[in-house]
């Protein structure tokens, strides 16, 4: 059966700046971040970096 998961926005710091997520409470009590695919990609056009180096050290800032 499936679950509802709890999500809440989520805001973590990068080297590039701040990237809005969603932070997902898992049935276990665990918790999973996802980067939201519009503030990575605006950082990433705003620093002209890779879309895919915003969105890697937005997950590594959240995971510490």
């Known amino acids: ?3 509802k998961l709890e999500r809440r926005q989520h805001n973590v710091e990068t ?3 701040t990237v809005v997520g969603k932070l997902a409470i ?3 009590g665990s918790m999973s ?3 939201e695919y519009e503030s990575c990609r605006q950082i990433a056009e705003d ?3 890779a ?3 915003v969105y890697e050290e937005a997950r590594r800032a959240y995971c510490g």
């Open 1 to 3: 059966s499936r679950h």
């Open 15 to 17: 080297q590039y700046g």
């Open 26 to 28: 898992l049935a276990d």
């Open 33 to 35: 971040f996802s980067p």
């Open 47 to 49: 620093k002209n970096v």
């Open 51 to 53: 879309l895919k180096d």
